[in-house]
């Protein structure tokens, strides 16, 4: 088996699999893609924090002291403790409605709980001023009798409500289609309670996704800014977001001011990033079948 | 009980609370979504289409409505693009913080767009670090131009193409990618003739998500685009001026104008989408 | 196709696939590369077809050195274990892909990629399933679809990654006789990997058994039955 002399070298390349690309287009990819990124999402991040800490740190957390800046903090923490756990629950009895039976329009009403991703938040705010506003029998009646939707809290809550409304339930569903029904009809069989069967079967198996859909839905209700636009009315201690303020304050030329309330919405954002990451990295499995659709 | 809602269940289920969780569901779905929306539409009808076709067709409503979709399409296949490329490196290529760029993709969607847009218009200011980089170097004007209104919607639509592409990359099946190299296909041919058909429904699914964002975004455009009727005026801007001067009919026929723009753009790649699944030979 | 195998040696960083391993393939000859999986059977095909590079050793077709060849120059026809046929494509785009691909100038024209596609069709005995969709297809006609595909490059070899892996017992039995037969028509040096041991002894003219990186023995089905070399081949053969 001594094999023939070598009669034709072959010029020696650096051998590359089928499977991927040559190491110039693979660096210059890598390259323009950090490049992009840097220019397009670090940039802007940087600057919040750049512009908040211009006159230093103590005017930056001057500006967030007083009485306007506070009660736009209590406001949207108030706005996102009331919407998230609501749409938390209408997720939670969505996907258990859609997944754990067979019903008929079933498609038809995941694509109605898609709807607020395609409306504007603008469209959004309109109507709930048409329903509730001043100038429809229902507003003015609620004008009349003290207690006022549009241009007050109940309109800011329900303006953030549609805007995350399909968060949770969208994390949920693919999870819980994945896991089937068998484990909860083992429970039945066993002889637990429906309620029981929910909390110790069901709900084990759901939290770590439900707890990234509500991550996300508080990251979207503590920053929407077009649909409360609309609805709040921008009374200064009264309607005012913690965004809406920071375009009053833009508005005004604060900019220490408006970027510092921005640079606390940033961190938020940030805090929300790394506990999603956290949550991807340790609990991949859970969250897989959400990411294949 | 299950029972009792025969009707709507197409087969009777051991598990109990259907009636509960789909009472709870519809409850909820009408109060926060059909019942706004409906209002919208019903308005719409006692304007009726005449009125709202007389409202919309002027030219300032006209020109808001051409911009906002224009310049939403525009960032949308720079993130069919971008996106793509930004998926395959974090997918396919191993470098030093690659778990931290994998993070950062989401950042446009955590961070409240009134953030994002005064941050934007910040660097790309005149007198920004972007900003006055262009207009001296290269003269080219970015805040409160359609180019800026552009940079902020590639901003917020920038992690839906990724995310949409990103588990379907990661899904190829290496040996297909094998058997195109020993047929004689370049890595381009491949990637062109193999790779890409693969990766078209979920591409078209990015990209009608990040339209569908770009289009009716109006917190981080704002600041940006200094609000030039006629020239930088987006179509959500301009609704809500109709609503601080009382012209609810205005405000109407714009936000059904959008609607129904929207709605035709979202069918239209829907079908594609079908086709091109069809095409697929769904198994 | 004369194919010599020297010393061919391949690491997975710490991990060896392949002790060096020498093999000479005569031109136009059946050859079974069998062994249980883990055995490099799968890695020295994959080096073969130019998918695999080899850590040391070279492989030299008709007496060239063909080591640094890369796999669009091998021009071997490769027929995977799940085939690997393009979903989005018919079966006549699946078969006409590596014509398409050659540069203009080698290039058919569509009428001549066309006759040669059915051709293959007919080859395989599949006629009439040119306009339809690999998912539309059962296994046994995926096998012979990918099979076709590879053979519509003019290949130098046929390299088959456990063929009948993926079909069931009645089936596969069908397509060996289908596999012998396009061997014999063609002409064309033909390895494929298996782990089943009927299937190397009923189809090959030469047999090599490989067990954890090594060859264990090269011989006609007949000889390795009646003489088995080592302990190993002994207990494999009898299982």
């Known amino acids: 088996m001594t094999p023939a002399p070598l009669s034709v070298s072959v010029p020696a390349r650096p051998f590359r699999p089928a499977t991927t690309e040559p190491v110039w287009l693979r660096r210059s990819l890598i390259v323009a893609v950090l490049a992009m990124l840097s220019v397009l999402v670090l940039a802007p991040l940087v600057t919040v924090f750049a512009h908040a800490l211009r006159d230093g740190l103590a005017m930056a957390v001057a500006s967030l002291g007083n009485r306007d800046a506070q009660s736009a903090i209590r406001l949207t923490l108030t706005i996102a403790a009331i919407s998230v756990p609501l749409n938390a629950a209408f997720g939670i009895a969505a996907a258990w409605a859609i997944t754990k039976f067979d019903w008929r329009g079933k498609a038809f009403l995941i694509t109605l709980i898609d709807l607020p991703f395609s409306v504007s938040p603008v469209v959004a705010g309109l109507c709930f001023v048409l329903l509730f506003g001043a100038n429809s029998a229902i507003g003015a009646w609620l004008v009349a009798s003290g207690h006022p939707i549009i241009f007050a809290v109940p309109g800011i809550v329900l303006a953030t409500m549609f805007i995350t409304f399909p968060f949770v339930a969208r994390e949920l569903i693919p999870v819980m289609t994945e896991q089937g029904r068998a484990e909860e009809e083992a429970a039945l069989t066993l002889g637990a309670s429906g309620w029981r069967t929910f909390l110790t079967v069901t709900l084990p198996n759901i939290r770590w996704a439900l707890l990234y859909g509500v991550l996300l839905c508080n990251a979207r209700a503590m920053g929407e800014f077009g649909a409360v636009a609309v609805v709040s009315g921008k009374i200064r201690g009264q309607t005012a977001t913690m965004p809406i303020m920071i375009e009053m304050l833009y508005n005004e030329y604060l900019s220490v001011a408006a970027f510092s309330m921005a640079a606390l919405l940033a961190l938020l954002a940030l805090v929300t990033l790394t506990l999603k990451s956290a949550l991807e990295w340790r609990h991949a499995d859970q969250l897989a079948a959400a990411r294949r659709h | ?283 | 196709m004369q194919i010599e195998i020297d010393e061919i040696a391949k690491e997975f960083g710490p991990a060896t696939a392949l002790h060096p391993v020498s093999l000479s393939i005569p031109s136009g000859a059946l050859i079974a590369l069998l062994g249980p999986s883990g055995s490099g059977k799968t890695t020295l095909l994959r080096i073969l077809g130019g998918l695999e590079f080899p850590t040391s050793g070279r492989v030299l077709f008709d007496g060239q050195d063909a080591t640094g060849l890369t796999v669009q120059e091998r021009r071997a026809g490769f027929v995977f274990q799940h085939y690997a046929l393009f979903r989005h494509m018919t079966v006549f785009d699946n078969i006409a892909y590596g014509l398409r691909a050659r540069p203009r100038k080698t290039r058919p024209s569509a009428a001549e990629i066309d006759r040669r596609v059915t051709r293959l069709l007919d080859l395989i005995q599949l006629p009439d399933i040119a306009r339809r969709y690999p998912s539309q297809l059962s296994g046994g006609q995926r096998q012979r679809v990918a099979l076709a595909r590879a053979l519509a490059i003019e290949p130098r070899m046929l390299l088959l990654d456990e063929p009948f892996g993926a079909l069931d017992a009645r089936v596969r039995k069908e397509l060996r006789g289908g596999l012998r037969d396009i061997h014999d028509q063609t002409g064309l040096t033909t390895v494929f990997v298996t782990h089943d041991q009927d299937e190397a002894m009923e189809l090959a003219d030469l047999v090599v058994v490989m067990s954890m990186g090594r060859i264990e023995q090269v011989g006609r089905p007949n000889d390795i039955r009646a003489r088995p070399r080592t302990e190993f081949v002994r207990a494999f053969i009898s299982a």
Not at chain 2, 23 to 35: A, D, H, N
Not at chain 2, 56 to 68: D, I, Q
Request: hydrophobic share 60%; charged share 15%; aromatic share 10%.
């Open chain 2, 1 to 283: 009980m299950p029972y009792a809602r025969r009707g709507l269940l197409k087969a009777p289920s051991p598990l109990p609370g259907f009636g509960l969780s789909f009472g709870i569901m519809l409850t909820m779905l009408s109060l926060i979504v059909l019942l706004p929306i409906g209002t919208l539409l019903l308005r719409g009808a006692d304007m009726g289409l005449a009125e709202v076709w007389r409202i919309v067709n002027t030219e300032r409503v006209w020109a808001a409505l051409g911009l906002s979709f224009r310049a939403a399409l525009l960032a949308a296949l720079f993130n069919l693009v971008f996106g793509l490329a930004l998926a395959w490196v974090l997918v396919r290529y191993e470098f030093p913080g690659k778990r931290l760029i994998d993070a950062a993709v989401d950042l446009p969607f955590a961070l409240p767009t009134a953030v994002a847009g005064i941050a934007l218009t910040a660097l790309y200011a005149p007198n920004g670090a972007f900003g006055s980089v262009l207009l001296d170097a290269f003269g080219v004007k970015v805040a409160y131009t359609q180019l800026g209104i552009w940079i902020a919607l590639v901003f917020v639509g920038l992690p839906f193409v990724v995310r949409t592409v990103q588990p379907v990359i990661e899904e190829i099946d290496r040996e297909v990618e094998e058997a195109s190299a020993t047929l004689g296909a370049s890595r381009a041919r491949t990637f062109g003739h193999v790779i890409l058909p693969m990766l078209t429904p979920a591409l078209l699914t990015g990209f009608a998500l990040s339209l569908a964002r770009s289009v009716g975004e109006y917190g981080s455009v704002i600041f940006i685009a200094g609000n030039i009727p006629m020239k930088t005026e987006i179509a959500p801007l301009l609704i809500v001026i109709r609503l601080e001067e009382f012209d609810y009919n205005g405000a109407i026929a714009i936000a059904l104008a959008m609607l129904s723009i929207s709605f035709c753009m979202l069918l239209a790649i829907n079908l594609i989408q079908i086709w091109s699944r069809r095409r697929m030979g769904a198994a």
